[in-house]
């Protein structure tokens, strides 16, 4: 019923900053959104569903991934917006990290119930064919990545379908305009990368475009022509009758969408992935197309003829100069520096480390540590040489987050050794280690690391956290004050560190200083119930279980209210305690969830196993002792 787009190209492969051309329209280099780590949308930007406001139009997001969290930015100016994602059911982190988007479709559907009007904009993001190469990708062939990969097309081509038959019982269809488009595309091993975001080929940067207008005007139309996805936000003002507010990238495709007539003179497509740059250091890369070539710049660069050889198997930059020329010259157009690779400062936010965790998990590994600012393309490293590091890292990262820590240990392990330079691959192996409790091991890589990167704050709470860990308290002591101390430790960081110290008093049975520390880390960072926790910890140590019980109790609220960051063991004490005061199905819930969170807690086992015996339950309580 729509009009195909065949040479549709997304601006870069990565999902936040791909989204943020898609509803700005405009190019990444406009938006700053140059990477998925460390860039939020700036509050200035309007976005489609602002300017379709303006119009009088109701305008819902509902999107499926952590990805596009409230907290990107990329909810501005949307009436509705629901990000919501589930808890894990089994264990498994990814699960907490997407919505299946039959639930994201069902939101849709009771939106459009209750909106009351015909002036509505619906964006809709599903998160399927992402999330199954993600899975997939640790370690997996290409012939295993590829059937997960199809099922997740299938599925997708299900959940519109079901969304097509609602609009059409409730006499939408007709009337509706619907965009179907993908932000990028997948790697699956066709260069070497699995999932997306390092290189420019046409397999992570061709996208399905397809526009069905009311009544199906043009159905069947396939147009030729070159567009991208920055096109989206100037064509449905243009269907919407609304003004083009100025500073807009893309064109409309209006005409393209009602006339058979190609639109003006050939067009180029720009593409461009910072990933190497931000998360290694390598080289980013560039590139353009008309459709007929591509041609991407990178220390070695690249040409291919897309007609003749759309695997871009065949490089052309030697054989074909004049063509190389006038690529170079369009690729000018876009960005002045590209071609030399001329370094370009461009500012990255920090991330937390909760939030890390959770973004590697999803792809984007290798994030350097206390940059504020990375030099874009002015490294010679081709990400055509070293893409098997970036493989090799998520697998390892996917393998580390599943429910058995362990498997990412090795990995780890084999990834230093070929890049034994890394702090943060010597970081990963430390947290992968300290999950499986090896914190000799744990101790060792964070020293490493320490060497390589002095005085990172992180890395000296890391090695605090271990002394302590092997109750090598001096050692813990004196970490804790260097993180306190360092010139790049934030009030967050400085927090850590006083509950460090604070924990440390209380493996010495300093009541005093743990309390003073407790105030001093809640002062830093006042979402983290340190002083309830500690006052928890006394009393559990004194024997005064009721009052324990109402000071882990207040921790854990302050927790579930704040989103903060879970304090390490409070769950394991909190679930004892309750024990000791006969609430065993409390108990057993919090020992639960500390087991999901540390699936290698010795003295959480014990602690359920426990819980098991004393209500009868041998079975589970000897299965729970053997669990790991």
Same mark, same amino acid.
Do not use: C
């Given at each position: 019923d729509g009009v195909v787009f065949e040479r549709a190209y997304s601006n870069i492969p990565q999902t936040l900053p791909a989204h943020a051309a898609l509803l700005t329209g405009?190019?990444?280099?406009?938006?700053?959104?140059?990477?998925?780590?460390?860039?939020?949308?700036?509050?200035?930007?309007?976005?489609?569903?602002?300017?379709?406001?303006?119009?009088? &139009?109701?305008? =819902?997001?509902?999107? %499926?991934?952590?990805?596009?969290?409230? +907290?990107?930015?990329?909810?501005? @100016?949307?009436?509705f917006f629901d990000?919501? *994602?589930?808890? %894990?059911?089994?264990g498994s982190v990814f699960d907490t990290l997407r919505r299946d988007g039959r639930a994201s479709e069902d939101i849709a559907e009771r939106w459009l119930q209750s909106v009351g009007t015909d002036r509505a904009f619906l964006f809709l993001h599903l998160d399927e064919p992402r999330h199954a190469v993600a899975r997939a990708a640790a370690g997996a062939t290409d012939d295993a990545i590829h059937p997960e990969y199809d099922a997740a097309i299938a599925l997708v081509d299900q959940i519109v379908g079901r969304l097509v038959r609602y609009l059409r019982a409730h006499q939408l269809y007709d009337r509706s305009t619907i965009i179907l488009v993908s932000d990028h595309g997948q790697g699956l091993?066709?260069?070497?990368?699995?999932?997306?975001?390092?290189?420019?080929?046409?397999?992570? *940067?061709?996208?399905?475009?397809?526009?069905?207008?009311?009544?199906? +005007? /043009?159905? /069947?139309?396939?147009?030729? =022509?070159?567009?991208?996805?920055?096109?989206?936000?100037?064509?449905?003002?243009? $269907?919407?009758?609304?003004?083009?507010?100025?500073?807009?990238?893309?064109?409309?495709?209006?005409?393209?969408?009602? !006339?058979?007539?190609?639109?003006?003179?050939?067009?180029?497509?720009?593409?461009?992935?910072?990933?190497?740059?931000?998360?290694?250091?390598?080289?980013?890369?560039?590139?353009?197309?008309?459709?007929?070539?591509?041609?991407?710049?990178?220390?070695?660069?690249? $040409?291919?003829?897309?007609?003749?050889?759309?695997?871009?198997?065949?490089?052309?930059?030697?054989?074909?100069?004049?063509?190389?020329? =006038?690529?170079?010259?369009?690729?000018?157009?876009?960005d002045p520096a590209a071609e030399t690779l001329a370094p370009t400062s461009v500012a990255a936010a920090g991330v937390p480390a909760g939030e890390r965790e959770? $973004? +590697?998990? *999803? @792809?984007?590994?290798?994030?350097?540590?206390? +940059?504020?600012?990375? !030099?874009?393309? =002015?490294?010679?490293?081709?990400?055509?040489?070293?893409?098997?590091?970036?493989?090799q890292y998520r697998a390892a990262v996917i393998a580390a987050a599943s429910t058995q820590p362990s498997a990412g240990i090795e990995q780890f392990r084999a990834l230093a050794k070929a890049e034994p330079d890394s702090a943060d691959v010597w970081l990963h192996l430390a947290a992968a280690a300290t999950r499986?409790?090896?914190?000799?091991?744990?101790?060792?890589?964070?020293?490493?690391?320490? #060497?390589?990167?002095? #005085?990172?704050?992180?890395?000296?709470?890391?090695?605090?956290?271990?002394?302590?860990?092997?109750?090598? &308290?001096?050692?813990?002591?004196?970490?804790?004050?260097?993180?306190?101390?360092s010139p790049a430790a934030d009030p967050i960081a400085r927090g850590a560190g006083h509950e460090l110290l604070a924990r440390v008093a209380l493996a010495r049975h300093d009541e005093v200083t743990a309390r003073r520390q407790a105030r001093l880390a809640e002062e830093l960072d006042p979402g983290r119930p340190v002083v309830a926790y500690v006052e928890g910890r006394i009393a559990h140590e004194q024997g005064r279980y009721a009052a324990a019980g109402e000071a882990f109790g207040r921790a854990l609220s302050l927790?579930?209210?704040?989103?903060?960051?879970?304090?390490?063991?409070?769950?394991?004490?909190?679930?004892?305690?309750?024990?000791?005061?006969?609430?065993?199905?409390?108990?057993?819930?919090?020992?639960?969830?500390?087991?999901?969170?540390?699936?290698? %807690?010795?003295?959480?086992?014990?602690?359920?196993?426990?819980?098991?015996?004393?209500?009868?339950?041998?079975?589970?309580?000897?299965?729970?002792? /053997? @669990?790991?």
């Open positions: 405009r190019l990444p280099a406009d938006t700053g959104i140059r990477d998925g780590v460390g860039f939020t949308l700036k509050s200035s930007e309007r976005l489609l569903a602002e300017m379709l406001t303006d119009r009088g &139009f109701s305008t =819902a997001g509902i999107v %499926s991934s952590y990805l596009l969290r409230k +907290e990107t930015g990329i909810d501005q @100016g949307f009436s990000a919501d *994602l589930p808890s %894990s059911n089994d091993g066709d260069h070497g990368e699995q999932a997306h975001g390092l290189f420019v080929y046409d397999e992570v *940067l061709r996208v399905p475009l397809i526009v069905k207008q009311p009544a199906g +005007e /043009g159905a /069947g139309r396939r147009v030729t =022509a070159v567009a991208e996805i920055v096109d989206i936000v100037p064509t449905i003002l243009d $269907l919407a009758k609304a003004p083009d507010p100025g500073g807009l990238r893309g064109r409309s495709l209006k005409q393209l969408i009602d !006339s058979d007539a190609e639109a003006g003179a050939p067009r180029f497509a720009y593409a461009e992935s910072l990933y190497g740059a931000y998360h290694f250091g390598w080289s980013g890369l560039r590139s353009v197309t008309d459709g007929r070539w591509r041609y991407i710049a990178a220390p070695r660069p690249e $040409l291919y003829d897309l007609v003749a050889d759309p695997a871009q198997r065949q490089n052309l930059a030697d054989t074909r100069p004049d063509t190389v020329d =006038a690529m170079k010259r369009a690729l000018k157009d876009f959770r $973004l +590697e998990v *999803l @792809g984007y590994v290798g994030t350097r540590h206390g +940059e504020a600012a990375v !030099s874009v393309a =002015a490294a010679s490293i081709d990400a055509k040489d070293t893409y098997h590091v970036v493989e499986a409790e090896r914190y000799e091991l744990a101790s060792d890589a964070l020293a490493r690391a320490d #060497r390589l990167e002095p #005085r990172n704050p992180w890395t000296l709470l890391g090695l605090a956290s271990t002394s302590l860990k092997m109750r090598k &308290f001096e050692d813990a002591r004196q970490h804790a004050e260097l993180a306190i101390t927790i579930g209210k704040s989103n903060a960051p879970m304090l390490p063991d409070l769950r394991y004490y909190a679930g004892d305690t309750l024990l000791r005061l006969n609430r065993p199905s409390e108990a057993e819930f919090l020992f639960l969830e500390e087991l999901e969170a540390a699936p290698y %807690s010795a003295r959480t086992r014990a602690g359920l196993a426990a819980l098991y015996r004393a209500t009868g339950r041998t079975d589970e309580a000897a299965t729970t002792l /053997g @669990g790991h």
